[in-house]
C-alpha cells in the first residue's frame, strides 16, 4: 500500500513553524528561506500534497482565531450558549461591546467550505495576505468607527468521536448555526443599526434568516453582499407569507465580479442594486468591495432600487450595457493580478480616513439590483480538494 493511501492527519506538524512557515510583517506567508508556499512537497504525490495543504489550513485557522482574540480584541464565545461538560461546540468571536453599543452592530458571514471564522479565503490567505483573505480590515474598521461587532462561524457544523460524525447542537447547517445566534446573541445586542456583511453562500444565509421572520427580519437594517451565490428562486420561496425579494431590495447592495470600475452599476434582475467589485475573481469580492461597503453603511440617504419597469433617473449613470457573467478563472499560486497587500500590524493605524460605518456624514451611494453569481457547493459538503493553482473553490 502506498504512503499517499496511509497518510493520516496525525502525520503533519501541529504549528505552523512545523511546517516551515510564518507571516511575514506584510501578512505573507512565506517559509523560513522568504519564499511563496509550495503545494507539491512530494512530487507526484496529488493526494498527500493535498492532505499536506489540507493541515496547513487548519493551523492558519488557529493563527486567524489568535488574531481575532488578540491584535482585534474578540472575545470568543462557545456555540450552544449553554453547553453542558463534554458537548460538542462550535464558536463565534465578538466585540465585548456587543451587549452594551446601543449604535451599530455589524455581522460579518463567510462562504461555504473550509473557511472559519475570520475568513474569506483560505487561498488568498495561503498565496496573498491576510488582508485580502480575512475578515480583519472589516472588523477593525468597524470598531475603530465605534461599532460593535460579531463574527460568525457558519461552517463548524459536527466534531468526529470514535470514528463518527457528531452534529454540534445550533449548528447543525450553516443556516441552522446563523439563526441560533443572532436568536441567542444578536438578540442580547440594544443596538439600533445591524448591518449585516455576506459573502459568497453568506448570501444564501441572509435569505434563510430573512425567512425564518425571527429576530433578524426585525433587526437586521442593511446588508451588504460580495457576489453572492443565491439565486433569484430564492429571493420568492414557496410557502413564505413574507416578500422576500422586497425585504432584500429594502435594505441591500451586491458587489458582483466584474471588469467594471468598482462601484459601477450592474444590471441585474433580481431587484437587488448591484455594483462591480472591480475584479473577475470571485473570493477578491470582499477585499475589493471594502470602501464600498463601509461607504454604504454609512449613507443614511440610501433608498432601494425602483421596482422592475419604473422609470429610473439615474440611467445616464448606468453602464451602456449589461456586464457579461463571466466565471473567475482559478488563481495560481503566482498569478499576477495586483492586490492590495497590507501589514495586519499596519491596519490599525494606516487605514485610510474613509468614511466610517459609524460616522455621520452621509454619502450620497447609487440605488440596487443584481446577479445569480457563482453557485457554492452545498453548505455540507466536505471541503473540495485545492491546491496552489485551483486552491479553494469553495470560500
Given at each position: 500500500m502506498s504512503s499517499a493511501t496511509t497518510t493520516s492527519a496525525d502525520e503533519f506538524p501541529t504549528t505552523m513553524a512545523g511546517f516551515g512557515y510564518h507571516f511575514n510583517e506584510q501578512g505573507e506567508l512565506r517559509s523560513r528561506e522568504?519564499?511563496?508556499?509550495?503545494?507539491?512537497?512530494?512530487?507526484?504525490?496529488v493526494q498527500y500534497n493535498q492532505k499536506?495543504?489540507?493541515?496547513?489550513?487548519?493551523?492558519?485557522?488557529?493563527?486567524?482565531y489568535e488574531i481575532l482574540e488578540k491584535e482585534c480584541s474578540l472575545i470568543r464565545a462557545a456555540i450552544p450558549v449553554d453547553a453542558g461538560d463534554g458537548e460538542p461546540e462550535s464558536c463565534v468571536y465578538h466585540s465585548e461591546d456587543l451587549e452594551t453599543n446601543d449604535g451599530r452592530l455589524m455581522v460579518l458571514i463567510n462562504g461555504s467550505g473550509v473557511v472559519r471564522a475570520g475568513q474569506w479565503a483560505r487561498r488568498l490567505i495561503i498565496n496573498e495576505n491576510l488582508a485580502s483573505g480575512t475578515q480583519i480590515p472589516y472588523i477593525k474598521r468597524a470598531m475603530g468607527g465605534g461599532c460593535s461587532v460579531l463574527v460568525l462561524n457558519t461552517n463548524e457544523n459536527f466534531v468526529v468521536r470514535d470514528g463518527k460524525f457528531v452534529n454540534i447542537r445550533g449548528s447543525g447547517t450553516p443556516e441552522e448555526h446563523a439563526h441560533y445566534v443572532f436568536e441567542h446573541v444578536v438578540a442580547k445586542s440594544p443596538a439600533r443599526e445591524v448591518f449585516v456583511v455576506g459573502h459568497s453562500?453568506?448570501?444564501?444565509?441572509v435569505i434563510s434568516l430573512a425567512m425564518q421572520q425571527g429576530v433578524a427580519y426585525s433587526r437586521i437594517t442593511k446588508v451588504a453582499l460580495t457576489d453572492s451565490s443565491h439565486s433569484l428562486y430564492s429571493l420568492a420561496p414557496e410557502g413564505v407569507?413574507?416578500?422576500?425579494?422586497?425585504?432584500?431590495?429594502?435594505?441591500?447592495?451586491?458587489?458582483?465580479?466584474?471588469?467594471?470600475?468598482?462601484?459601477?452599476?450592474?444590471?441585474?434582475?433580481?431587484?437587488l442594486r448591484t455594483l462591480s467589485a472591480g475584479v473577475m475573481v470571485h473570493e477578491k469580492t470582499s477585499h475589493t468591495a471594502f470602501d464600498g461597503v463601509f461607504d454604504f453603511f454609512a449613507d443614511d440617504t440610501w433608498q432601494p432600487p425602483k421596482p422592475c419597469g419604473a422609470p429610473d433617473k439615474s440611467d445616464s449613470e448606468r453602464t451602456p450595457k449589461e456586464d457579461p457573467v463571466v466565471e473567475a478563472p482559478p488563481l495560481a499560486k503566482d498569478?499576477?493580478?495586483p492586490s492590495v497587500e497590507v501589514s495586519v500590524a499596519a491596519m490599525s493605524l494606516e487605514e485610510p480616513p474613509v468614511k466610517e460605518p459609524c460616522a455621520e456624514e452621509p454619502s450620497v451611494k447609487e440605488p440596487c439590483a443584481e446577479e445569480p453569481p457563482i453557485k457554492e457547493p452545498s453548505a455540507e459538503e466536505p471541503p473540495i480538494k485545492e491546491s496552489p493553482v485551483q486552491e479553494d473553490v469553495s470560500t
Open positions: 522568504g519564499e511563496k508556499f509550495v503545494f507539491e512537497v512530494r512530487k507526484g504525490d499536506h495543504y489540507e493541515a496547513l489550513g487548519e493551523r492558519i485557522t488557529e493563527y486567524v453562500y453568506g448570501g444564501n444565509i407569507d413574507v416578500d422576500i425579494g422586497k425585504w432584500m431590495a429594502e435594505r441591500t447592495v451586491n458587489w458582483v465580479t466584474s471588469e467594471a470600475k468598482v462601484g459601477t452599476v450592474v444590471e441585474r434582475h433580481d431587484g498569478a499576477e493580478e
